[in-house]
């Protein structure tokens, strides 16, 4: 196997799930060793049609020829080969070759990638799920039900990212479509649903929020100060990343554990409030950021600061790129929590080897590489749409575009 060479990079769109917000791309390397390939992540939903062209048309061409064994090279490699850098459908592309050169390895090492990682420093990942209703009585009634299941950490939300009257907010006449919500009205509600979870769910469940960015900055220091008292796991992204500087001013002001980074693509855009020390939890999707290779650096990165990851997980990252997740949950040290959203069947029959979650933890199979594989064909039964997604069209009351 001396002169082990790529033969080939293909990605695969499919929409198994039914729902357009969670399409997922899967990249498959395949090598000069016959039966030897590995599989990575590329999903970016809203934009999939574009990651689909660029590693066709640029990434694939690059690697086809080289040796899969060189991870380093090849993902420094590819991105400075279109000279500009760190945008979100190149580092997706990036992400589906770099996932995959790692499944290779731990098929050529016969072992799984996380003990390429440094081994287990836990036995299971713990993970958060999603609890949503109309009322608040309705979300705690959604939560309780994985508490049953063995669940400890719940994420509680009250009528989705738009809030309870997103779709009746007070519009002016001929207002363009969009995903209507009103900030005021969060400011309002969520408080309130933390009180009432904390009186029926008790104290010792761990409560998490996700703001969305959807807030001005000093609308979410209120609602981070707000919520002090209800003592969450943390706040997901209160703050979008071009209000960083608001951090330290949130800091200032509470002691809620703050997530942040599920719209990060460029290290600059954490370093100083990792070295600053204005998060606890880095949340990135790792794909947006270039795949396992930047992944792993930006853990170990986090660790001296105190920072913790929590991956982004939900429904729109592939079930190759959750059990790379969990790989690398199982080995950093500074793990903090795995966001996870369940699968239905028809991607589990696609993906067999998917993670296991029972009580709480996700647990990855000891198979060499990632542990999961993929149905092509059956996978061609599901194909994706090509609508544009209409959450990310999130407008305020008066029809101003916001953050979606």
Request: glycine share 8%; with cysteine; hydrophobic share 35%.
């Amino acid at each position: 196997m001396a002169d082990l060479r790529i033969t080939s990079a293909r990605i695969f769109l499919t929409q198994p799930a039914g729902d357009p917000h969670r399409r997922v791309m899967v990249v498959k390397v395949q090598t000069s060793d016959d039966g030897l390939y590995g599989l990575g992540c590329a999903t970016f939903t809203q934009r999939h049609m574009a990651v689909k062209a660029a590693l066709e048309h640029h990434i694939a061409p690059f690697v086809v020829g080289k040796d899969p064994r060189n991870i380093e090279d090849l993902w420094q490699s590819m991105m400075v080969a279109g000279y500009w850098r760190n945008g979100p459908v190149m580092n997706n592309a990036i992400s589906g070759v770099d996932m995959a050169l790692w499944d290779i390895k731990g098929k050529l090492a016969g072992m799984p990638c996380y003990q390429l990682f440094g081994g287990k420093s836990r036995t299971g990942a713990a993970v958060y799920v999603h609890a949503d209703g109309k009322t608040p009585e309705q979300t705690i009634e959604s939560a309780q039900k994985f508490i049953e299941k063995g669940h400890r950490h719940i994420r509680l939300q009250l009528g989705g990212y738009p809030g309870l009257h997103g779709a009746l907010a007070h519009k002016p006449e001929n207002s363009p479509p969009g995903d209507y919500f009103d900030p005021r009205e969060k400011l309002r509600s969520i408080p309130k649903l933390f009180e009432y979870a904390r009186k029926h769910l008790g104290d010792e469940i761990e409560l998490l929020h996700d703001v969305h960015e959807r807030l001005a900055p000093i609308d979410a220091i209120y609602l981070a100060k707000a919520l002090e008292p209800y003592r969450l796991f943390f706040l997901e992204d209160p703050l979008a990343p071009e209000d960083g500087q608001w951090l330290e001013k949130l800091r200032s002001q509470c002691a809620t554990p703050i997530a942040l980074g599920e719209l990060f693509n460029h290290p600059l855009e954490y370093t100083s409030l990792i070295t600053d020390r204005l998060i606890d939890f880095i949340r990135v999707h790792p794909s947006q950021l270039g795949g396992v290779t930047p992944c792993l650096k930006l853990a170990h990165f986090c660790e001296p600061f105190a920072v913790r990851t929590a991956w982004h997980g939900p429904g729109d990252v592939s079930p190759v790129g959750m059990a790379a997740n969990v790989h690398m949950d199982i080995a950093v040290h500074n793990f903090g929590i795995q966001e996870w959203s369940p699968r239905c069947d028809a991607e589990l029959e696609i993906f067999p080897g998917f993670p296991e979650v029972k009580n709480g933890y996700a647990y990855p199979n000891d198979k060499p590489g990632w542990g999961i594989d993929f149905n092509e064909k059956l996978a061609e039964k599901y194909p994706c749409c090509d609508t544009n997604p209409s959450w990310t069209n999130a407008r305020l009351p008066d029809g101003t575009i916001g953050r979606p």
